[in-house]
């Protein structure tokens, strides 16, 4: 029988029995998983928690985290003494590390990350892609700068093709594409139909763009020399009349250019509406059986803020103490990690749909 509200938490092979509370983050945003509980002084000394221990997280008995301890933190009260624990998963240290500079001669994507990956000391994180057929990148090589981040250099290279990256419940990298699935469930917040403990809008045009300028290079034929190329895109929607201006010092012709332009506009417009809600439990529904996920798709009724349509997960945050299971979600529109608009990873159908039936929060407001 499914314990929907059951969560596992093991620390080195043992299971953790006594946890007062519990919190675990996944979001297409933050790239990597990120969890924390606490536990008394008596428990962590009979599993042993020390910074680099291996956590596995199981929720309604699946596995949905496997990562290492960073933190310990101590609290001391009258007649108390808790243990704070907290960590993310082993791809965090792509977010942290500088990278190796040098010159990669490969524009296989996935064959590209694993050559990094391998150069960097992180033979141990796997990578796959779930776009079947994933178009190469323009251009023969890449360099590697001296003061960038090893996920920076990926996620750069990752717009130039529409795709995103996500860790899965491995801690491993998977090459993918916004909304990769539907969400068997939705929000409904009418009259007739409230299944929210709480819910906030939030628009912000702070990180909106009225233009978005990209700038690229690309070799001649017949000589070493670099020709500077950009492409300007102007959002009609936008408020404002600030300029983003972006240089991505690789190899590009106009499509790639307008393709990161789009990209950079959906995701400042993107950040520019956030609706988060609050569920209880962890199950879209109890029937299915299936944990709310980021990069899911979900249906959102809204009457007070007229709202009504498809809109993306970004991020879940379950939680559970002496309240009850909860999930909050961090939803917003379509589009706000990639372009969707003539995406050639996407079917004509599954393309229609996604047009046909996009929200968009801020419409109110707009």
Not at 39 to 45: E, F, G, R
Not at 103 to 118: A, G, S
Not at 256 to 283: D, H, I
Request: proline share 1%; glycine share 6%; hydrophobic share 35%.
């Amino acid at each position: 029988m499914l314990n929907s509200d059951k969560v596992e938490i093991s620390c080195n092979g043992i299971v953790i029995n006594e946890v007062n509370d519990f919190t675990l983050n996944k979001s297409i945003e933050n790239f990597c998983g990120s969890f924390s509980f606490t536990i008394t002084q008596s428990t962590a000394d009979k599993v042993k928690i020390r910074q680099g221990a291996d956590i596995v997280i199981y929720i309604a008995n699946e596995l949905v985290f496997t990562g290492l301890v960073e933190a310990i933190e101590h609290n001391q009260g009258f007649n108390q003494h808790s243990i704070t624990v907290s960590g993310r998963d082993k791809t965090a240290e792509l977010i942290d590390s500088y990278i190796l500079p040098k010159q990669y001669k490969q524009n296989d994507f996935l064959k590209l990350i694993r050559i990094v990956l391998d150069d960097n000391g992180y033979n141990n994180i796997r990578i796959e892609s779930d776009i079947k057929t994933l178009p190469k990148l323009l251009g023969k090589s890449f360099v590697a700068e001296k003061d960038q981040k090893i996920f920076d250099f990926f996620d750069k290279l990752a717009r130039l093709l529409n795709v995103i990256l996500i860790t899965d419940a491995y801690g491993d990298i998977v090459i993918t594409r916004e909304g990769a699935d539907l969400a068997v469930g939705g929000i409904n917040l009418t009259s007739g139909g409230i299944n929210a403990l709480s819910s906030s809008l939030s628009v912000d045009s702070n990180e909106t763009y009225k233009y978005i300028r990209i700038i690229g290079s690309q070799k001649t034929d017949n000589s070493k020399k670099r020709l500077k190329q950009k492409v300007e895109f102007t959002d009609e929607r936008a408020s404002t009349k600030k300029r983003l201006i972006v240089s991505i010092g690789n190899n590009a012709n106009r499509q790639t250019l307008e393709s990161v332009a789009n990209w950079y506009m959906a995701v400042k417009r993107g950040k520019g509406a956030r609706y988060n809600t609050e569920v209880q439990g962890f199950l879209t529904n109890i029937t299915s059986g299936i944990l709310w996920q980021p990069n899911t798709i979900l249906a959102l009724k809204d009457q007070a803020n007229n709202i009504n349509g498809s809109f993306l997960i970004q991020g879940v945050n379950y939680s559970q103490d002496s309240s009850g299971s909860k999930t909050s979600l961090s939803i917003c529109n379509i589009g706000s990690f990639s372009s969707f608009d003539d995406n050639p990873l996407l079917s004509p159908q599954v393309a229609k749909f996604f047009k046909t039936f996009n929200g968009d929060l801020a419409d109110k407001y707009r």
